[in-house]
């Protein structure tokens, strides 16, 4: 099977914003919608019965300042443009502000609401909705609080995605760890999450590298073993050079390659080893880092290329051009090349036919690709072609992101090496992360044993890499600084790791069960303390469904760190143990302990109760 023709274009990239209210909610009876997305559902009705006809589509968010209330909805500014001229439209912004409020229905989430500036409606949630709320948090669990909208939905995640027999470099690490923490968010909000791992397995570099091996070793392919390809960069680095040098090996080169994609047998099988060589390796970061993928390569789509193209040029999509088959796009200058004009294939002709995979066959409603932004015109290609050649299904509503992301740098903002100028290994990198933590720990453990001190090692180091990572705005360039992801003072996963095992510890010397203080004692809100953590605790749904809407994990570093510095004003302020509200007060902290592990969950960071 291969692309078929289909007529209607779809809009790529769009928001799912319909989808993400309605269709979903069969498969998940247990999730409730954030804070935000409960105050927008009623907002929302309260504007449909004011005014109606008028599509809007509620706006509501935090306010900044507490005095103002807790959330606000700032609709009846636009929708007083909207309605003015209109028969019997409100003479003002406020007038259309007021309207609203009357039509909002009653609600136990809303104790008041009051009207600020040309039109804002403030809103103040109920305490005892908030603490009821926090309290089903803790006797439900956390996955009662996904946002609502991505139950249930097929999302193919094409992360990580090195290439065989070449470095795994930072940016694989950069996709590695921006890939992970999306597929664990989707995979928490209940969606049916496809990891992908689409490494390059495939292409010119295997017969260079195949020839090679045939070519230096006496008793030729056959004759090499496992051993051979154990060190891949060695290899890829000395074929590489001849390759450069030699023409006549350059042609070998290029030979065995279509040898290779023309199956025969001694090739694939040194193909083969040399992709076994570097899954293994692929696999050791992996397996440090706790990231699951399954591996499927470019070579997969290997069978469907021919077919794939052939469609596009009888579609009228791609064309021919200087002997190449090319899709060519108004505002672009270069085109996506879909085929050679040596008859070869390559990478976009291999992700047209993964495209269409993944929409037919795999029925995914949302793709995302993860890669440095170099790659973005690649995508928009890929897209726009898709789009042209009708392989959006029409029934259903496709999301498709590129998700890019900026370049790692050295320390000294340069371009990020070792010191002793080669690339960095990833491995040596961990290691190093690692190193660096195992004397902290020790020193303010000195009793731990070296299980444990392991274990927190790896959760601190490994931790401390891929927080640095999230908590940066993706598209801009960042700067590897060991000494900087490793503060305790800082927006670091060591900091909020210390944050979480500190209250962890104010728990376990309470001497009490929390899980039972949950059914037997409730949470009361009265210090406004209390009430700005709880509602900061409550936005923990808000800031996922946020880190969705543009799959940025900064969205949720921000929360989490921010929530910290809650709980730390509370904290200061509030005696907990020993107060006359220690009950309630340690359910707030345990309410913050479950967000904060969370939170980590959903980056990758492993949590510690004790360092
Ligand atoms: N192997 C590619 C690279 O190292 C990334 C692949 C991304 N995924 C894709 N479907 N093109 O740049």
């Known amino acids: 099977m291969g692309p078929r023709r289909m007529d209607a274009a779809f809009s790529l990239g769009h928001r799912f914003a319909h989808l993400a209210r309605g269709c979903a909610s069969s498969s998940m009876a247990q999730t409730q919608g954030s804070v935000r997305q409960e105050l927008s559902s009623l907002f929302g009705s309260a504007m449909a019965s004011?005014?109606?006809g008028v599509e809007v589509t509620p706006y509501v968010a935090q306010t900044n300042d507490a005095k103002f209330g807790d959330y606000q909805c700032n609709n009846a500014m636009a929708l007083f443009g909207k309605l003015k001229g209109k028969?019997?439209?409100?003479?003002?912004?406020?007038?259309?502000?007021?309207?609203?409020?009357?039509?909002?229905?009653?609600s136990p989430l809303i104790a008041s609401t009051s009207l600020a500036g040309p039109g804002f409606i403030n809103v103040v949630l109920s305490r005892d909705w908030l603490a009821a709320r926090l309290q089903g948090l803790l006797t439900e669990g956390v996955a009662s609080w996904a946002p609502a909208g991505y139950a249930g939905r097929r999302v193919v995640v094409d992360f990580s995605s090195p290439n065989v027999a070449k470095e795994m470099h930072v940016g694989h690490l950069r996709s590695t760890i921006l890939g992970d923490c999306i597929a664990r968010t989707l995979e928490y909000c209940?969606?049916?999450?496809?990891?992908?791992?689409?490494?390059?397995?495939?292409?010119?570099?295997?017969g260079m590298l195949i020839q090679y091996m045939a070519e230096k070793r006496p008793g030729g392919l056959q004759a090499s073993t496992e051993e051979d390809v154990a060190d891949l960069q060695v290899l890829y680095r000395a074929a590489k050079q001849r390759f450069d040098e030699d023409e006549a090996f350059k042609t070998?080169?290029?030979?065995?390659?279509?040898?290779?994609?023309?199956?025969r047998e001694e090739y694939l099988e040194a193909w083969r080893r040399i992709c076994d060589a570097s899954r293994r390796e692929f696999q050791k970061i992996y397996?440090?880092?706790?990231?699951?993928l399954q591996e499927r390569g470019e070579s997969f789509y290997n069978p469907r290329l021919r077919e794939t193209?052939?469609?596009?040029?009888?579609?009228?999509?791609?064309?021919?051009?200087?002997?190449?088959?090319?899709?060519?796009f108004p505002k672009r200058d270069v085109p996506l090349i879909v085929q050679k004009s040596d008859g070869g294939f390559g990478y976009a002709s291999t992700d047209m036919a993964a495209l269409w995979q993944r929409l037919h066959e795999e029925n995914a409603d949302w793709i995302i690709y993860i890669t440095d932004v170099g790659q973005a015109n690649h995508f928009a290609m890929v897209f726009e072609a898709g789009e042209r050649a009708g392989y959006l299904p029409k029934d259903r509503t496709v999301r498709i992101d590129h998700v890019g992301f900026g370049l790692v740098m050295g320390e000294d903002g340069k371009k990020f090496k070792s010191r002793s100028g080669d690339t960095v290994r990833l491995v040596e990198l961990l290691d190093e992360a690692k190193d660096r933590c195992r004397a902290t720990i020790r020193e303010r453990r000195p009793d731990i044993d070296e299980e444990e001190l392991e274990a927190a090692t790896c959760a601190m180091g490994y931790g401390a890499v891929k927080y640095a990572d999230l908590k940066n705005n993706r598209l801009t360039n960042y700067r590897f600084s060991y000494d900087e992801m490793l503060n305790m003072q800082g927006d670091t996963a060591v900091y909020l790791?210390?944050?979480?095992?500190?209250?962890a510890a104010?728990?376990?010397?309470?001497?009490?069960?929390?899980?039972?203080?949950?059914?037997?004692?409730?949470?009361?809100?009265?210090?406004?303390?209390?009430?700005?953590?709880?509602?900061?605790?409550?936005?923990?749904?808000?800031?996922?469904?946020?880190?969705?809407?543009?799959?940025?994990?900064?969205?949720?570093t921000s929360y989490l760190y921010d929530l910290s510095g809650v709980f730390n004003q509370f904290y200061t302020e509030c005696q907990v143990i020993g107060s006359d509200h220690e009950d309630s007060r340690l359910l707030l902290c345990e309410a913050t302990a479950v967000i904060m592990r969370q939170c980590f969950s959903l980056l990758g960071i492993t949590a510690l109760y004790r360092i």
Do not use: M
């Open 87 to 106: 028969e019997g439209a409100p003479k003002n912004p406020r007038l259309v502000a007021e309207a609203i409020v009357s039509a909002l229905p009653a």
């Open 506 to 556: 104010i728990i376990r010397k309470s001497g009490r069960d929390v899980v039972d203080l949950a059914n037997s004692a409730s949470i009361a809100l009265a210090d406004p303390r209390e009430v700005a953590l709880a509602i900061q605790i409550a936005r923990f749904s808000e800031a996922v469904d946020d880190l969705l809407a543009d799959l940025s994990p900064n969205r949720l």
């Open 497 to 503: 790791l210390y944050a979480h095992a500190r209250i």
């Open 309 to 328: 193209v052939d469609a596009l040029v009888e579609q009228g999509v791609a064309v021919e051009s200087e002997g190449a088959k090319c899709v060519f």
């Open 252 to 263: 070998r080169s290029r030979e065995a390659v279509t040898e290779l994609q023309g199956g």
């Open 287 to 292: 397996d440090r880092l706790g990231v699951r």
């Open 50 to 52: 004011a005014f109606p």
């Open 190 to 206: 209940g969606a049916d999450v496809l990891r992908l791992n689409h490494i390059g397995d495939w292409g010119t570099q295997f």
